[in-house]
């Protein structure tokens, strides 16, 4: 029965590769979904053309077809690309008063969003914040500021009529200093379009207070120009990183993706909704499962693959129950050993084995040695790796030949594949399988 059973698997990893159709395919529906994003024709282009030679070869996994294995593969690099270095929620702003300045287009959202993350940096950081008004050409915009000032119990600056955009930051850095805040958030005035004046205005009041974030509000929806606005306002002012508002409309965020790959700048939060605290921090697993909006499909591969690793390990166990223990086996543990990083880790991790994981230590095994034993393993027949004892020197000379190392070091590995298949016999026999299971989870 295990005959059988391991050779349906050998039969699945062999066949169940992608071919270069497959993901060709599977690709064109990816494109257009990306498109349908609003993700640019530029980046949707090679984003593709990344994935495609990313994906062709690789496995397929049992019970799903080659369009969704490449849907979760264009996921998984969605993601990828989406995940910066930095921590997206955790904005810079040690010695205090820290300066924010918050900068994009009329309308965008940079009013709201400076009220949302006061609240937010109030609230979860502890933080004392002051908020102030930059935007003189409106003088409901500063009224703005204060009236949602006072719904959250954040301070703002008091309004000064008449005072110019660099004055009033000016004040705010005093009174910040004075009062003891830990950040002061600048909000400027926008434009409906980006202009000189506008720009100007923005860098003098960069120069003045030297900000320790800049951010960029944009409206999520508004796909390319955005990715424009950003571009401008990187060039020109030198942007941290980007807020993303209206995501709680029908657009699918492709903006994001554009946006970090033409920027290289990380998205910080999401604004989703008008209310105070419909803010979040960027998470590029939800943004990527909406750009492409094929979430049934990722988490159907997912379901997948984790049924087959649990039918592996559950299959192993009743192996190991019964002691039986061959190369396929031995493979098989080796493979997961690069997985889960060394493997002196694992076996000191399995009841019985602490002495041979000694051994290990001693032997100097690292991952070079276990890759050139799958070697070893990878250059027996079947029938071999099943009922290694049938190994004499003839056939030992061609499986080392096979794998480019000598016959000692094919030794080793029998002797490894025996001392484990005892240890399994008597745990066998103890009726410790249980323990081993629980310890190899
Ligand atoms: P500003 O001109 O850049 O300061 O933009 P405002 O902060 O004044 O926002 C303009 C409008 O967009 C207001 O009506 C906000 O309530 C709304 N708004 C801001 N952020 C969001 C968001 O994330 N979702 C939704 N639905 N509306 C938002
Ligand atoms: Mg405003």
């Not at 849907?71 to 820290?98: F, R």
């Not at 965008?108 to 002051?130: D, Q």
């Not at 974030?213 to 390319?224: A, I, K, N, S």
């Not at 946006?259 to 604004?271: H, L, S």
């Amino acid at each position: 029965l295990s005959e059988r059973l391991s050779g349906v698997f050998d039969r699945l990893t062999k066949q169940g590769a992608l071919s270069e159709d497959d993901v060709k395919t599977a690709l064109r529906e990816v494109r257009v979904a990306l498109l349908e994003a609003d993700v640019s024709l530029p980046v949707a282009r090679e984003f593709v053309k990344k994935v495609q030679d990313q994906a062709t070869g690789q496995a397929v996994t049992r019970s799903v077809t080659p369009g969704q294995q490449v849907v979760k593969i264009v996921h998984d690099a969605l993601v990828d690309t989406l995940t910066g270095e930095e921590d997206p929620g955790k904005l810079k702003i040690d010695n205090p008063p820290a300066p924010v300045l918050m900068v994009g287009l009329q309308g965008g959202g940079k009013t709201t969003t400076t009220a949302k993350l006061a609240k937010r940096l109030k609230e979860k950081e502890g933080k004392r914040v002051l908020m102030a008004s930059l935007d003189v050409y409106r003088p409901a915009a500063m009224d703005q500021l204060a009236v949602l000032g006072a719904q959250i119990g954040v301070d703002t600056l008091p309004i000064v009529p008449g005072q110019k955009p660099v004055d009033i930051a000016k004040r705010a850095k005093q009174q910040a200093t004075m009062g003891g805040y830990d950040v002061y958030m600048l909000d400027t005035a926008g434009r409906l379009q980006i202009d000189e004046v506008l720009m100007q205005e923005v860098e003098d009041v960069r120069d003045v207070v030297k900000p320790r974030e800049t951010l960029l509000v944009v409206d999520g929806l508004t796909g390319q120009v955005a990715v424009e606005v950003a571009e401008e306002f990187d060039r020109k002012i030198g942007i941290s990183g980007v807020v993303l508002t209206r995501m709680d409309g029908d657009g699918r965020g492709g903006a994001a993706l554009s946006m970090r790959a033409v920027t290289g700048k990380p998205i910080r939060f999401v604004g989703l909704g008008e209310k105070m605290d419909a803010l979040e921090t960027f998470e590029p697993e939800r943004i990527a499962g909406r750009i492409l909006g094929m979430g049934d499909i990722v988490s159907l591969v997912e379901k997948a693959q984790e049924t087959i690793e649990a039918e592996q390990a559950e299959r192993m166990m009743r192996r190991f129950k019964k002691g039986q223990f061959n190369m396929n086996d031995l493979k098989m543990q080796l493979e997961q050993m690069m997985k889960m990083g060394g493997m002196e880790s694992i076996m000191s991790m399995m009841p019985g084995m602490g002495k041979m994981a000694k051994q290990v230590q001693e032997a100097g095994f690292d991952d070079k040695v276990i890759r050139q034993q799958v070697a070893l393993i990878n250059s027996m027949t079947k029938k071999e790796r099943a009922n290694p004892q049938i190994l004499q020197a003839s056939r030992k000379k061609r499986i080392a030949a096979g794998a480019g190392m000598e016959v000692s070091d094919l030794n080793k590995l029998l002797k490894m594949q025996r001392q484990m298949s005892d240890v399994m016999k008597k745990m066998g026999k103890m009726g410790k399988g249980g323990m081993l299971k629980q310890a190899m989870r």
